[in-house]
């Protein structure tokens, strides 16, 4: 088991910048791959950005590369969304989630944090 707690949403003008953290407690091993994943009123849950804990693989959803960036501190067992260019679209709930392997992040094989908020003005 593991527990994750978000922290870093809020209001943004479009074309801003966010930070999101997300700090893992518990099984070190529950939490081997971390990452993002968003959803907006009325559309399913959108995978966002993911690592490892080596960063031998990351991934992308297409709608963020190169604008957003995932990354860990492995000692603090804390990943991060570094979120830049930010659109109108961005608009929603970013849930962190964690696995013991990258291909469990995608069943339910996974833990959820609860979710943190992220507005894009325009």
């Known amino acids: 088991q593991v527990q994750l707690v978000e922290s870093g949403g809020g209001l943004v003008q479009a074309g801003g910048s966010l930070r999101l953290s997300c700090a893992a407690s518990?099984?070190?091993?529950?939490?081997?791959?971390m990452g993002w994943f968003r959803q907006a009123p009325g559309k399913e849950r959108e995978f966002v950005a993911a690592r490892n804990w080596s960063g031998s693989i990351t991934g992308y959803g297409d709608s963020v590369k190169g604008r957003f960036t995932i990354s860990r501190d492995n000692v603090k067992n804390t990943v991060y969304l570094q979120m830049n260019s930010l659109r109108p679209e961005d608009k929603a709930v970013y849930y962190c989630?964690?696995?013991?392997?990258?291909?469990?992040?995608?069943?339910?094989?996974?833990?959820w944090g609860q979710g943190t908020q992220v507005n894009v003005s325009s």
């Open positions: 989630a964690a696995a013991y392997s990258y291909a469990n992040l995608f069943t339910e094989a996974r833990s």
């Open positions: 518990g099984r070190t091993v529950s939490s081997a791959t």
